[in-house]
């Protein structure tokens, strides 16, 4: 992370970056969301992602031709307000540094539905993004943040930089919080239900399914999706960046 600057704008450079209003398209974001060609798009993605399977057993291989029998009523229960998120697998994986990691596995068919929620989401919330990040952002990544950093030192505008991890992030997010600032963007309530539905969906592990009172499990496409918009707001506090 780069040394913060004395003062400057709150957000970033755009004057819109600060508005609260929520983005032009919102109201309709149901509807994009359900679109055939944003659907379409979604499963071409998590067909070419791969991954493993959920508590369902089902691969990415397998979810096309099961749409074709099942999509319809799937569709039906989302219009409808009935769906019900299934629980992610709970999978552990070493860190490099010691300890492990817990990762959600959601089913192939949430990881769709979740895809197709992401594609219409990021435009919504990207444009307010500080400039200066690069977590699960289109066209961005981590050799551009360290090429940024390189660049503010190289011209002077900044002495040191710091490498921050936040420890258990994605256990500790707090969902009312998150859904608030959410809803600052988003007016559409069946887009604002569903994503709750996604936090509250739970975690199999050993043949149990645990509530889910905090935390996104990472891993799952709507945990880069919820991570942004909750996570940089405390980060660039953290440092002395003003925040809305």
């Known amino acids: 992370m780069v040394k913060p600057e004395e003062s400057g704008p709150e957000c970033s450079d755009h004057s819109a970056a600060c508005d609260t209003a929520p983005h032009p398209a919102a109201a309709g974001l149901w509807e994009q969301f359900l679109a055939r060609e944003n659907l379409a798009e979604a499963l071409r993605r998590v067909e070419r992602n791969a991954g493993a399977a959920g508590i369902d057993g089902m691969s990415s291989k397998e979810l096309r031709p099961w749409l074709k029998d099942h999509w319809l ?18 999978v552990m994986i070493p860190k490099p540094s010691g300890g492990r990691r817990m990762l959600g596995v959601p089913t192939v ?8 929620l992401s594609q219409v989401l990021t435009p919504v919330f990207d444009p307010y993004f500080h400039p200066h990040s690069f977590g699960f952002r289109p066209g961005r990544s981590a050799h551009q943040a360290v090429e940024r950093a390189r660049q503010f030192i190289a011209d002077g505008d900044a002495g040191w930089c710091v490498e921050v991890d936040l420890d258990s992030f994605f256990d500790r997010v707090n969902h009312d919080a998150l859904m608030a600032r959410v809803a600052r963007r988003v007016e559409d309530k069946k887009v604002l239900r569903l994503i709750r539905r996604y936090l509250d969906a739970g975690v199999m592990a050993d043949g149990v399914v645990h509530t ?7 891993g799952g496409l709507c945990a880069a999706a919820h991570k942004e918009p909750y996570e940089q707001r405390w980060v ?7 925040f809305p």
């Open 212 to 218: 889910s009172e905090d935390g996104t499990p990472q």
């Open 236 to 242: 660039m506090r953290s440092v002395g960046v003003q």
């Open 73 to 90: 009523r799937v569709r039906s229960m989302l219009d409808a307000g009935t769906y019900r998120p299934s629980p992610v697998r709970r």
């Open 109 to 116: 068919v949430d990881r769709l539905v979740c895809q197709a």
